[in-house]
Nanobody
């Protein structure tokens, strides 16, 4: 199994920056794609950014040009650099990982971090 621990959330003024970090630990063979999701009150959790093991990235339109997702495979860690933050970015951010538990095992399991709050003041 795997544990995802997020850090880096907090309170920042509009136009400021934050960097979220998600570190994976536990017993597993491989982490495939990793991503960051966020959830606003009364809304479903949405994908903010994702990155494959090969480095291919995807972003929701509202953060393109402002957010950058990256990963360090040696550290089993994914980052979300958030620049030019806006009040509408405020929400709970969650790390997600698609995990292969054992080598040559069929199928993967999705894991979620505990979430970290990002609040952007105007």
């Amino acid at each position: 199994q795997i544990q995802l621990v997020e850090s880096g959330g907090g309170l920042v003024q509009a136009g400021g920056s934050l960097r979220l970090t998600c570190a994976a630990s536990g017993s597993f063979a491989r982490i495939n794609a990793m991503g960051w999701y966020r959830q606003f009150p009364g809304k479903q959790r949405e994908l903010v950014a994702s990155i494959t093991s090969g480095g291919t990235t995807t972003y929701v339109d509202s953060v393109k040009g402002r957010f950058t997702i990256s990963r360090d495979n040696a550290k089993n860690t994914v980052y979300l650099q958030m620049n030019s933050l806006k009040p509408e970015d405020t929400g709970a951010y969650f790390c997600n990982a698609d995990v292969l538990a054992r080598a040559y095992y069929s199928g993967t399991v999705n894991y979620w971090g505990q979430g970290t709050q990002v609040t952007v003041s105007s």
